[in-house]
């Protein structure tokens, strides 16, 4: 079974910064693209950020570029997001999410961000 | 930027067909794919590459496209299928992705 868990939200002050981790496990990491979707509260979906399989292209919604970096590592099935000078508007559930055979297959629980002031 | 344009809420009576439609400049060239998401869960793939079925999924859920539009059909819907329904695609680059807005689905 694929496993997908988010780590590492939290509550930020705007400008400050914060790295999520997600682990991956129950599929070869290495072999797929992966993305990070957000959910502001009662808001619907947003794409953030996709990455390929050995981290050689990513692209970004406007909105982030510039400010956030998608990584991953394949030796630790890991998918990271470094989020600097944060906004009261990137507050959201934040999920990780897998391209699989079919489209985003795969997803975590989310983990929540808020950014205060 | 790119977007998707979907209606705010469809609602129908149980065994009604419902219709959720999407509207996008690149979906003449780029799939569409549907997502479900139930109050507080995670999104759950219905249809893929228009109009293809994620093993598992009702065969009451089904996808059409022509043209601009695409179009997540629900025939017979049932009260556990109330949720808000998502349409996802990519631009012409197919680097940039979007989510429309969502659709509320209510089944009453």
């Known amino acids: 079974e694929v496993q997908l868990v988010e780590s590492g939200g939290g509550l930020v002050q705007p400008g400050e910064s914060l790295r999520l981790s997600c682990a991956a496990s129950?599929?070869?990491?290495?072999?797929?693209?992966m993305s990070w979707v957000r959910q502001a509260p009662g808001k619907g979906l947003e794409w953030v950020a996709n990455?390929?399989?050995?981290?050689?292209?990513?692209y970004y919604v406007d909105s982030v570029k510039g400010r956030f970096t998608i990584s991953r590592d394949n030796a630790k099935n890991s998918l990271y997001l470094q989020m600097n000078s944060l906004r009261v508007e990137d507050t959201a559930v934040y999920y990780c999410?897998?391209?699989?055979?079919?489209?985003?297959?795969?997803w975590g629980q989310g983990t929540l961000v808020t950014a205060f002031s | 930027s790119y977007e998707l344009t979907q209606p705010p809420s469809v609602s129908v009576s149980p065994g009604q067909t419902a219709r959720i439609t999407c509207s996008g400049d690149?979906?003449?060239?780029?799939?569409v794919y549907w997502y479900q998401q139930k109050s507080g869960q995670a999104p759950v793939l219905v249809i893929y590459?228009?109009?293809k079925r994620p093993s598992g999924i009702p065969e009451r859920f089904s996808g059409s496209t022509s043209g601009t539009m695409g179009t997540l059909t629900v025939s017979g819907a049932q009260a556990e299928d109330e949720a808000d329904y998502y349409c996802?695609?990519?631009?012409?680059?197919?680097?940039?992705?979007?989510f429309g807005g969502g659709t509320k689905l209510t089944v009453l």
């Open positions: 129950g599929l070869i990491f290495s072999h797929y693209w």
């Open positions: 999410a897998g391209y699989g055979d079919l489209a985003l297959d795969y």
């Open positions: 996802y695609s990519s631009d012409n680059t197919a680097n940039h992705w979007v």
């Open positions: 990455i390929n399989q050995n981290g050689s292209e990513k």
């Open positions: 690149a979906l003449p060239k780029r799939y």
């Open positions: 590459e228009d109009n």
